[in-house]
Nanobody, 126 residues
Framework: QVRPVESGGGSVQPGGSLTLSCVRS????????TRWFRQAPGMEREWVAHLRRDGRTGYGTRYSDSVKGRFTLAHDDAKDTVYLLMNNLKTEDTGIYSC????????????????WGQGTQVTVSS
């Protein structure tokens, strides 16, 4: 059963770094999209980055403009884990970060992702 589990959240000062993990529990040979979302208090959920794995073409990544150049995706197939490396964190990065998984290509619609983790809190403040 696909059941993503996130970890790695915490509190940091602006300019600091955190690495979030998402253990996916999916068939490594499947074409999948793992997408990170975040939601700040009183704000709508927004996508942050995604990692697409295609059995034929390999991996592809994409980042939202708000995190591009600061956040990086990595993966460890042996652990079936996707990492979100977050550097130069800003106060506006505060929120609950969730990873979501779907089979097939990536979709921009959060409702197309049937498998969600419980989320992990990231707080950036001085």
């Amino acid at each position: 059963q696909v059941r993503p589990v996130e970890s790695g959240g915490g509190s940091v000062q602006p300019g600091g770094s955190l690495t979030l993990s998402c253990v996916r529990s999916v068939d490594i040979d499947s074409t999948t999209c793992t997408r990170w979302f975040r939601q700040a208090p009183g704000m709508e959920r927004e996508w942050v980055a995604h990692l697409r794995r295609d059995g034929r073409t390999g991996y592809g990544t994409r980042y939202s403009d708000s995190v591009k150049g600061r956040f990086t995706l990595a993966h460890d197939d042996a652990k079936d884990t996707v990492y979100l490396l977050m550097n130069n964190l800003k106060t506006e990065d505060t929120g609950i970060y969730s990873c979501a998984v779907r089979f097939g290509g990536c979709s921009t619609d959060a409702q197309d992702y049937p498998y969600w983790g419980q989320g992990t809190q990231v707080t950036v403040s001085s």
